[in-house]
């Protein structure tokens, strides 16, 4: 299948090496389709955004599409979901990315600490929340677990005897990070379990002969072996949770009010609902700018890293 | 006093149970949803939640009654393949000329490719939504296997990549002393011994495209919605479907899951950008 893909590759005249191909480096042709491709969906939209951004642009009247400069931005900044917005994104990256982190490091931690009875199905049930849908978590968790009347929670506190609790009406953002931990921390436990896997074990041994026990095994070999996987499980985790969306839009349509709104479900919210188009690319621009900072430091801090091992 | 042997099967006890009640705790709600699946709705909805049922297979057989799932499941299937295919059409070529003909720009634009993936989808949704809207491409299969195809192309350009670096130069050297070209090269020699690697790029970029769930809310609404879109649907309260809402849900989930629990290894070498193998 890869060579009849070669093939089609290889048959197009622009792709067939004529003249002495040892001479001319592959490289550039080979990697500019990717590149190209890549520029384009970044420059296109980008520049659609800060286009957009500038000028009045509501799908609701059109034809008056007037350069108003930054007004856009003004408006996007004061309105009332944009504190809230921007709080709760930071809230929800710095939550999810401390609990998958922290009980990723434990829970990975416990599972290499021996051989125990059925490790490989424990390893298979601890990571299979990553591989589920977002919606399909959002409302699993929604109406089989969260639910006031017939949800599990709701079961649990009856049986102690308390009022059960309407979660994602009073602990919204709180619930939410729930749902988004229990997707992201197989994630993290994925990766710390490989990484841990090819520690050295007869570094451990050695310690363990000169008398370290188990908790200074951990912290002076174990967790120093993991700063890098840790690093890359942050980076990444990062990326995604910056633009959580379908687990907002699937429980909480972002409320009550703005309580669960992020700057995604925000921009969705002012784009698609109100038909604001400007204002939603200012939108949409300030999130990327966030976004750059976070990357930018997460590169400063990893990025390097990654392709100096290769 | 316990003897050494002793301790170690203590210890691995503790360990053991200890790792299992995490275990099963965290996947509880898999567990629940696949039992509610075999529920009537009266039964799923009853207080306190049944453990013990009578199971049916109602929810399964009817499948199609509420919604028209095989559709929706075919847009899905439909748009991951596309895409995978195309996107490894696109990273292979990349792949193969940094990992073997290194320039100096190789790094700086590996490192680029990571960062576009810092771009939120929610920075481009309006000129994206515009630009499908004029092209007619609103719902429309063409326009999620595009976008598809780019938002995972990074990805499948580093974990290529990585697998392509793990292989000895003087393999693919040894062809070319015998006169083959750069595509003989790749199709040849390079592809049969990565067979392994390249399979299980495909297999995580499928899983993401199962899964993406910002685009296809966004631009979708019937015709070309994927099942993302169809269990979202079920969240308007518009009638307690939590039996079906299950059924339809596990078999989503049922061939991303089984496909994730083959390959977790080798998942995490394109997860972690080769940084974790």
């Not at chain 1, 550039?28 to 969906?41: E, I």
């Not at chain 2, 299950?246 to 390959?263: K, R």
């Amino acid at each position: 299948m890869n060579s009849s893909a070669l093939d089609t590759v290889a048959g197009t005249p622009a792709a067939a090496p004529r003249a002495k191909p040892r001479t001319l480096k592959p490289g550039w042709f080979l990697v500019s389709p990717s590149v190209a491709l890549l520029l384009l969906w970044m420059i296109v939209p980008l520049g659609m955004t800060v286009y957009f951004s500038l000028i009045r642009y509501n799908l609701l009247s059109p034809g008056e599409n007037e350069f108003v400069g930054l007004e856009n931005f003004e408006f996007f900044v004061t309105d009332p979901g944009f504190m809230p917005g921007a709080l709760h994104t930071l809230t929800l990256v710095g939550s999810v990315l401390a609990i998958s982190v922290i009980f990723g490091v434990l829970i990975s931690a416990l599972l290499e600490a021996c051989e125990f009875w059925g490790r490989g199905i424990v390893r298979v049930l601890l990571i299979s929340p990553f591989f589920i849908m977002p919606t399909v978590s959002a409302l699993l968790w929604k109406n089989l677990i969260f639910h006031p009347v017939s949800g599990i929670l709701a079961a649990i506190w009856r049986f102690f005897g308390a009022q059960p609790v309407d979660w994602l009406a009073h602990h919204p953002l709180m619930s939410i990070i729930f749902i988004v931990s229990w997707q992201w921390l197989p994630f993290a436990i994925l990766i710390l379990m490989t990484a841990m896997q090819s520690l050295d074990q007869d570094q451990k041994e050695a310690a363990r002969l000169d008398g370290a026990g188990p908790i200074a095994i951990f912290w002076h070999l174990t967790l120093p072996h993991l700063a890098r996987p840790i690093a890359v499980v942050v980076m990444i985790e990062t990326i995604f949770l910056l633009s959580v969306f379908a687990e907002i839009f699937t429980t909480t349509s972002g409320g009550p009010g703005y309580e669960s709104t992020n700057l995604a479900y925000l921009i969705y919210n002012q784009a698609l609902l109100q038909f604001d188009v400007g204002m939603a690319s200012a939108g949409g621009l300030i999130a990327v700018l966030i976004a750059n900072i976070a990357a930018i430091i997460l590169v400063r801090m990893i990025g390097k890293n990654l392709t100096d091992q290769q | 006093m316990l003897t050494l042997k002793q301790s170690r099967r203590l210890q691995s006890v503790v360990v053991g149970t200890l790792s299992w009640a995490v275990a099963l705790l965290i996947f509880f709600p898999i567990f629940w949803m696949i039992l509610t699946s075999f529920k009537t709705e009266m039964d799923a909805i009853a207080t306190p939640p049944q453990l013990f049922f009578a199971p049916t297979l109602e929810n399964y057989l009817h499948i199609n009654e509420r919604s028209d799932y095989f559709s929706f499941a075919w847009n899905s299937v439909l748009i991951s393949f596309s895409a995978t295919v195309l996107s490894m059409l696109i990273a292979v070529p990349a792949a193969y000329s940094m990992a073997f003909h290194e320039s100096r720009h190789t790094k700086r634009t590996l490192l680029w490719m990571l960062s576009t993936k810092m771009l939120p989808p929610v920075g481009v949704l309006m000129p994206i939504y515009l630009l499908c809207k004029s092209m007619g491409l609103l719902d429309s299969r063409i326009a999620l296997i595009v976008i598809y195809t780019l938002i995972n192309l990074p990805i499948v350009v580093w974990m290529v990549y990585t697998y392509f670096k793990d292989i000895p130069v003087d393999i693919l050297e040894a062809a070319r002393l015998d006169g083959a070209t750069t595509f003989q090269e790749i199709g040849r020699v390079l592809l049969p011994i990565a067979r392994g690697g390249l399979a299980s790029t495909m297999l995580l970029s499928l899983i993401l495209c199962w899964n993406e769930a910002f685009w296809s809310l966004n631009l979708t609404s019937s015709a070309a919605a994927p099942l993302t879109a169809l269990v979202a649907s079920y969240s308007s309260p518009e009638g307690l479907f939590w039996a079906k809402l299950s059924a339809v849900s596990t078999l989503a989930c049922a061939p991303i899951l089984i496909f994730g629990w083959i390959s977790q290894k080798q998942l995490v070498r394109g997860l972690s950008f080769g940084a974790v193998k």
